[in-house]
């Protein structure tokens, strides 16, 4: 008897992602996609006249497997300039395909079959993904509606199987930060214990009204057991290049290049050149968190008239509106009704709990141009 050859799929139950899904939707209804966290503008010209001009150069072979050392130099400087903390460039930064692999590369290098992941939801959909085809198992903090993490829930939920815990700040969906208290009440948990962390600190640099971002890093209890994972792609509105960063002490930096190298190996080596020029600038960088809030205030100005509710997010480039006071429809569907029917694409809040809470709320980025955001704000206040 012949028999064809089958998957057994390591991910039975997890389908197209809500982004993938929204984005296509919004391009096939012709809608205002402010689903999928992309800037809807381009980069900075000089970026792209950097890479062709390494291009042309002939810097067109594989990079370093830790990536190009004048990137991870830059990266370094820019670190200690700007938190404080000194990362040595040699064996504690290493460049990334994107934050995405850099999270996947990190969860590979301390998970082991059986070990508990702390996953605070609702959280980014590449975690628990990455924890299952580990042998990981999550174990889920599940947040309400005021994004608050409850600190004593989270000790309650600590086993000695207990390896790893996953923190977002800036976050996404919610846009909190944490506090200083929040992070004192991490130190307290993880002092003493054999617990890494995984701090994703994608939206670094976009923090809004005077406000300050803390990384786990600052803090020498954290920074001992913790990688960092940044983001290039959404610093410098760049999310297609797929260029992100990884910091983490010596040990912890070898054992997370073993698992790289066999990743992506190596990223893309004009852009790292090209990257480590621009970033001697750091205006690049310092104006990003005025520049969001701008975008941010414009959205909420243009939805300031709809019946939607809202906190000012305190970070990220997504805003949440909670509809609760006019409509018990499932968050899924309506964001799904208002892509094909208003022609705003947004994307429901209940796809970031994996029992898929639905708290009436809907994300919204804003990293947009002024006239989408603008139109986007006279729907939605016409709802």
Same mark, same amino acid.
């Given at each position: ?180 208290? @929040?992070? +004192?009440?991490? $130190? #307290? %948990?993880?002092?003493?214990? =054999?617990?890494?962390? &995984?701090?994703?600190? /994608?939206?670094? *640099? ?124 499932? @968050?899924? +569907?309506?964001? $799904? #009704? %208002?892509?094909?029917?208003? =022609?705003?694409?947004? &994307?429901?809040?209940? /796809?970031?709990? *994996? ?29």
């Amino acid at each position: 008897m012949k028999h064809s050859p089958r998957v057994r799929s390591k991910l039975p139950h997890l389908g197209m992602t809500i982004f993938t899904v929204m984005s296509k939707l919004a391009t096939d209804s012709g809608a205002i996609n402010l689903s999928q966290g992309f800037p809807s503008f381009d980069c900075s010209p000089e970026l792209t006249r950097l890479i062709h001009q390494y291009m042309k150069r002939g810097f067109n072979q594989y990079a370093p497997m830790p990536g190009v050392a004048a990137l991870r130099e830059r990266i370094a400087e820019k670190t200690a300039s700007h938190y404080g903390v000194d990362y040595h460039p040699d064996d504690e930064v290493t460049i990334t395909t994107g934050a995405t692999e850099a999270i996947f590369s990190a969860i590979s290098t301390v998970v082991n079959k059986g070990d508990e992941v702390m996953v605070i939801e609702p959280a980014y959909d590449s975690y628990v993904p990455a924890i299952m085809l580990n042998g990981g198992v999550p174990v889920y903090i599940s947040l309400g509606p005021s994004f608050t993490i409850d600190w004593e829930a989270v000790r309650e939920k600590m086993t000695p199987r207990t390896k790893l815990m996953i923190i977002n700040s800036p976050h996404n969906p919610s846009g909190k930060i944490l506090t200083p208290e @929040d992070l +004192d009440s991490l $130190v #307290r %948990l993880v002092q003493g214990t =054999g617990i890494f962390i &995984i701090s994703d600190e /994608v939206y670094e *640099h976009i923090v809004f009204d005077g406000e300050n971002h803390l990384s786990l890093m600052q803090q020498p209890v954290l920074r001992e057991r913790t990688f960092v994972c940044g983001s290039f792609g959404k610093t410098l509105h760049l999310t297609g290049w797929k260029v992100g960063y990884c910091l983490a002490p010596r040990e912890l930096t070898e054992e997370f290049r073993k698992i790289h190298q066999f990743v992506t190996f190596s990223v893309v080596t004009p852009v790292q050149y090209a990257l480590a020029d621009f970033l001697k600038d750091r205006s690049h960088y310092l104006a990003l968190s005025e520049f969001y809030q701008y975008k941010r205030d414009r959205f909420l100005t243009a939805v300031s008239s709809s019946r939607f509710n809202f906190t000012p997010a305190q970070g990220s480039f997504f805003q949440i509106l909670s509809y609760e006071s006019f409509s018990e429809e499932y @968050d899924y +569907d309506l964001a $799904v #009704r %208002l892509t094909r029917e208003a =022609g705003v694409a947004s &994307i429901p809040v209940s /796809v970031f709990y *994996h029992q898929k809470k639905d708290y009436k709320l809907l994300r919204f980025c804003f990293a947009k141009s002024d006239d989408e955001l603008d139109r986007a704000g006279e729907i939605l206040s016409r709802l």
